[in-house]
């Protein structure tokens, strides 16, 4: 089933960020249309055998949701941007 998957996205873009990896994954659905796939992963060693595996988060944006979804992400960066240029460290 997951090979099935794969054959669903039409672009990628992987992005790395420290210890997480963002996926932008373009997908198209049964009907022809198109939809984002945005997957966090994050590395995981266990402590007890030190096997590796990975955290996964999933997100799927349809194209009806685009706008707001970046106007409500541009909001809150802008806002988060804002807040930490006049922070006080001490």
């Given amino acids: 089933m997951e090979e099935k998957r794969?054959?669903?996205?039409?672009?990628?873009?992987?992005?790395k960020?420290?210890?997480?990896i963002y996926y932008f994954d373009v997908k198209k659905?049964?009907?022809?249309?198109y939809y984002l796939a945005i997957t966090e992963s994050k590395k995981r060693v266990s402590a007890e055998n030190e096997s590796?595996?990975?955290?996964k988060h999933k997100i799927f944006l349809y194209k009806e949701?685009?706008?707001?979804?970046a106007d409500g992400l541009g909001e809150v960066t802008a806002v988060i941007n804002e807040m930490n240029s006049t922070r006080e460290d001490i």
């Avoid at 794969?6 to 992005?15: G, N, R, W, Y």
């Avoid at 659905?29 to 249309?33: L, Q, T, V």
């Fill in 6 to 15: 794969d054959l669903e996205i039409v672009f990628s873009k992987a992005v």
């Fill in 52 to 55: 590796v595996s990975f955290e």
């Fill in 65 to 69: 949701d685009f706008a707001k979804f």
């Fill in 17 to 20: 960020a420290g210890k997480r």
């Fill in 29 to 33: 659905n049964r009907s022809g249309e």
